[in-house]
């Protein structure tokens, strides 16, 4: 069945792929283009509508980027974002300047007034906050273009010329900040467009396992698993694609939580794939033994995983592509080259150099990371994986301060599995984005029975945060901290003291290490 669609022209804008999830979101299949692509081809796509998205540059200058104007012939709907409402306007007649003062020119959030006979604010509040980037200002809308929102500063936030389906918004409905900014989308969709949201996620996987078997043909796909969300996913899809040529290595470093490793693997017992599991914990404790630096303990983990990976690589022969479960975050993260290091992140990104392969797929590379949870929901992976919280790839290595054995990482993780058993018990685990126990390094006396002890100190950590930048603590009620706390020190041997992190992020980070 072919779906509806709705075509975002790329200008070049910085969300442009969270305009596309959004209109996924709403239920509409969508697909990004530059805004080079010839209109004959746009065309013959069919959409029930077009979005111009956002852009760096002024339209009136000389190379800007523009549109071949037949494209407003075609009697297709169009909303144009910011850059994209600029170039509407002056393509039907307006005319659009620098803003000469700082009143026109508008950044951050802004109240903003909307006319909700407007099919774009359709059942919305007449006011909200908006999300503004902008230094040019439309100086004259276009004939037949209404103003359809205005703030103090600008009174042309927003126009629209209903009968021929042209609308155009200076802020970011796309964004978060944006009040009701996804609805908006969402009426474009659906009052303008006459979407009927025939898309899923379960289309999504049709499509994905579609292309993915025409891209790989009859060639042989590695993928190094780390039973995180995204690898995890990614492995399921290429499973269901082109199981029996796909080899998944997942290399168990013997730092991962408790029952980790045979969750993952349980997980992926119903496909038919290779699935190498590599049991490398001797390895690696021997290879961190000593070690208390945390840098060293990253590019330790990080020098051996590669080797361990190559390793088994080289036992299954040829490969021809190299999976990796790369998200649209990493995409956008890895852009920003100037950004200091504060922790050597090891992801298994690092890995094509080392093995040898004619291509990569990245079956994940435009979802952001609730799509993938739905699209592993999609694919029968159970919701323990799928709901996963991030852990980091040299795993409990950095959540123990000092050097690691066996026996103190068996330490942690059974105080940590008391510590995660009882949040989702309380119920907490929505709100909280991150929460894991830390061994410290410092042993202190206390009383248990008619006996000292001298044992560790264990660190709570929970946070709460959207984007793992910026954090703050999470403020778990005293109860559900007396009662990991008393558990741990009656359940977990060699523990007698518990303490609960309250610093944000920053000036703290999320790990300890
Ligand atoms: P920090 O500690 O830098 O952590 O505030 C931010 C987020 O990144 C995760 N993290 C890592 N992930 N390899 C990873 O794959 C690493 O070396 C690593 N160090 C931190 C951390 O768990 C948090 O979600």
Same mark, same amino acid.
């Given at each position: 069945m072919k779906h509806q669609m709705i075509i975002v022209l790329d200008? $070049? $804008?910085?969300?442009n792929q969270l305009i596309a999830r959004r209109v996924r979101e709403c239920g509409v299949y969508c697909e990004v283009k530059p805004y080079t692509t010839p209109l004959e081809e746009l065309r013959t796509m069919e959409p029930i509508g077009f979005i111009f998205t956002g852009g760096?540059?002024?339209?009136?200058?000389? =190379?800007a980027p523009h549109v071949d104007p037949a494209i407003f012939e075609l009697g297709v709907p169009v909303l144009g974002i910011c850059y994209g409402c600029q170039l509407i306007a002056q393509a039907l007649g307006g005319r659009v300047t620098p803003a000469q003062d700082d009143t026109a020119r508008e950044y951050g959030k802004t109240e903003t007034f909307f006319d909700t006979s407007c099919k774009l604010f359709k059942g919305l509040p007449e006011r909200g906050v908006s999300w503004m980037s902008h $230094? =040019?200002?439309?100086e004259k809308v276009p004939e037949g273009f209404a103003l359809a929102a205005h703030s103090k500063a600008c009174p042309n936030v927003a126009i629209a010329d209903e009968k021929r389906g042209f609308y155009g918004v200076q802020?970011?409905?796309?964004?978060?900040?944006?009040?009701n900014g996804t609805a908006m989308i969402r009426n474009f969709l659906y009052e303008a467009c006459g979407a009927s949201g025939d898309w899923t996620m379960g289309d999504y996987k049709r499509t994905a396992v579609a292309a993915i078997r025409e891209k790989v043909g009859d060639g042989r796909v590695l993928l190094a698993l780390s039973g995180g969300v995204d690898s995890s996913v990614c492995a399921a899809l290429l499973a269901e694609a082109v199981g029996e040529q796909l080899t998944c290595v997942f290399v168990d470093h013997g730092l991962m939580r408790k029952n980790e490793g045979d969750e993952v693997e349980a997980a992926f017992k119903p496909w038919a794939m290779h699935f190498v599991r590599v049991d490398a914990e001797a390895r690696f404790l021997e290879k961190l033994s000593g070690v208390t630096e945390p840098e060293r303990k990253r590019k330790i983990i990080g020098e051996e995983f590669i080797r361990v990976f190559e390793e088994e690589a080289k036992k299954t022969g040829t490969v021809d592509f190299l999976a990796q479960g790369t998200i649209y975050p990493d995409v956008i993260e890895s852009g920003t080259g100037d950004a200091a290091v504060i922790k050597s992140h090891h992801n298994v990104g690092g890995l094509p150099e080392y093995v040898d392969f004619k291509e990569i797929v990245e079956p994940l590379r435009l979802l952001f990371k609730d799509e993938v949870r739905q699209l592993g929901r999609e694919l029968g992976l159970p919701e323990y994986l799928v709901t996963r919280q991030p852990f980091p790839g040299p795993g409990l290595a950095i959540r123990m301060i000092g050097s690691l054995t066996k026996e103190k990482l068996d330490t942690l993780r059974d105080a940590d599995a008391i510590y995660r058993e009882e949040i989702a018990a309380a119920g907490l685990e929505p709100e909280i984005g991150q929460y894991f126990a830390v061994l410290t390094n410092t042993r202190s006396v206390g009383v248990m029975g008619d006996g000292r002890s001298y044992d560790y100190t264990l660190a709570l950590r929970a946070v709460t945060t959207t984007d793992f930048m910026t954090a703050d603590w999470a403020r778990i009620p005293y109860e559900v901290l007396n009662k990991v706390s008393t558990r741990i020190v009656n359940e977990v041997p060699g523990i007698n003291r518990i303490v609960y992190d309250i610093t944000s992020k920053p000036p703290a980070t999320i790990e300890w290490e």
């Open positions: 200008f $070049g $804008g910085q969300y760096p540059n002024s339209v009136y200058l000389e =190379d $230094g =040019d200002y439309m802020y970011h409905p796309e964004v978060n900040h944006t009040e």
